[in-house]
């Protein structure tokens, strides 16, 4: 999908989930979720929290954390 220009590639998102979640990238996904591309982003914060963000492959709008 990122080839085909169809999703932003990870590394250029990576720094939002990051920053979102207050911590460091430790794993992500390409999926679909509800007919459109998302990564889900595991993040381990500085607080030692796993948090989650999903964010828009397409536009790098982040879309929940949880």
């Known amino acids: 999908m990122v080839q085909s220009g169809r999703a932003l590639p990870l590394r250029q998102l990576r720094g939002k989930a990051e920053d979102a979640a ?3 990238m430790i ?3 390409l999926c679909f979720r509800g007919g ?3 990564y ?3 993040v381990l914060s ?3 929290k796993v ?3 999903t964010l ?3 536009n790098g709008q982040i879309i929940g954390t949880r």
Request: hydrophobic share 45%; charged share 10%.
């Open 22 to 24: 207050g911590g460091e």
């Open 27 to 29: 794993n992500a996904e």
């Open 36 to 38: 459109q591309a998302v």
């Open 40 to 42: 889900v982003v595991t």
């Open 46 to 48: 500085t607080a030692g």
């Open 51 to 53: 948090v989650y963000v």
């Open 56 to 58: 828009n492959a397409n």
